[in-house]
């Protein structure tokens, strides 16, 4: 059963259209790699689920619930209700200065959730554990490495308890050194059956660890399937001619 499904979404900066009726569904336990060139729409789309885009038409329903329908808005209690149940990872980890990793992991189950403050610094220190950085819960960010603050920024969504995790090129801004840790949280993210949609450069993590793969250009949804499909035979050209580009 589709745990997202995506609609004709619309949306344009003026005169240019960066999305153009963009229609796709996600099961529970898909980990779904958006690829595509700069330009293409990927972080568009990927944002407009979490509303941080407002999108002019189409459907976005989250768990049987929209976010928003044929262009129409919920309400803001029913978006905050269905955003919710996403975390969303971005590009540059966006963790607190003045925060240590703790803290930062913290803050949010405690002021917007209310959480009770012994089952919050318990559940810290688990998800610190499982992407192995009990030993930087006092570090402040400028003391980590930029992979250790995207794991740190991962690790942030995860104590939300969120259905679904987004990630907005998570290791883009990395060096390729530090790449592999990160993905590697990624992929025990997927064994553990974690819902992810990841618009992502890196094709070895789509092959190896996504079930299904989007290929987004110029505001279209060009080509969907499982990677093995798309990677080996793709059926457009538009297809080809990125993978050869990237993969070469």
């Keep these: 059963m589709a745990i997202i499904e995506v609609t004709n979404l619309k949306k344009s900066y003026g005169n240019l259209d960066v999305l153009k009726q963009i229609t796709f569904d996600v099961n529970k336990n898909d980990v779904v790699a958006v690829i595509g060139p700069s330009g293409s729409g990927k972080s568009t789309m990927l944002r407009s689920l979490v509303h941080l885009e407002k999108i002019e038409g189409g459907s976005i329903n989250v768990s049987g619930d929209y976010l928003v329908k044929d262009g129409i808005y919920s309400s803001p209690q029913e978006i905050k209700r269905v955003t919710s149940r996403m975390g969303m990872v971005f590009q540059h980890f966006n963790l607190f200065p003045h925060l240590t990793v703790k803290e930062n992991l913290e803050l949010a189950p405690k002021m917007v959730k209310k959480e009770p403050k012994s089952s919050v610094q318990q559940r810290s220190k688990e998800i610190l554990a499982k992407i192995g950085l009990s030993d930087r819960a006092e570090a402040y960010p400028a003391n980590l490495s930029g992979g250790q603050k995207q794991r740190v920024a991962i690790a942030r969504a995860l104590m939300m308890n969120p259905e679904i995790l987004l990630f907005d090129e998570p290791?883009?801004?990395?060096?390729?050194?530090?790449?592999?840790?990160?993905?590697?949280?990624?992929?025990?993210?997927?064994?553990?059956?974690?819902?992810?949609?990841?618009?992502?450069?890196?094709?070895?993590?789509?092959?190896?660890?996504?079930?299904?793969?989007?290929?987004?250009?110029?505001g279209e949804i060009i080509e969907t399937g499982h990677p093995s499909e798309i990677f080996t035979n793709p059926s457009n050209e538009r297809t080809k001619a990125f993978l050869n580009r990237g993969l070469k």
């Design 171 to 218: 290791t883009s801004a990395l060096d390729p050194e530090l790449t592999g840790e990160v993905l590697q949280v990624m992929k025990d993210l997927a064994e553990e059956h974690m819902t992810m949609i990841v618009v992502t450069h890196e094709m070895g993590f789509a092959k190896e660890v996504a079930n299904k793969a989007i290929f987004m250009d110029n």
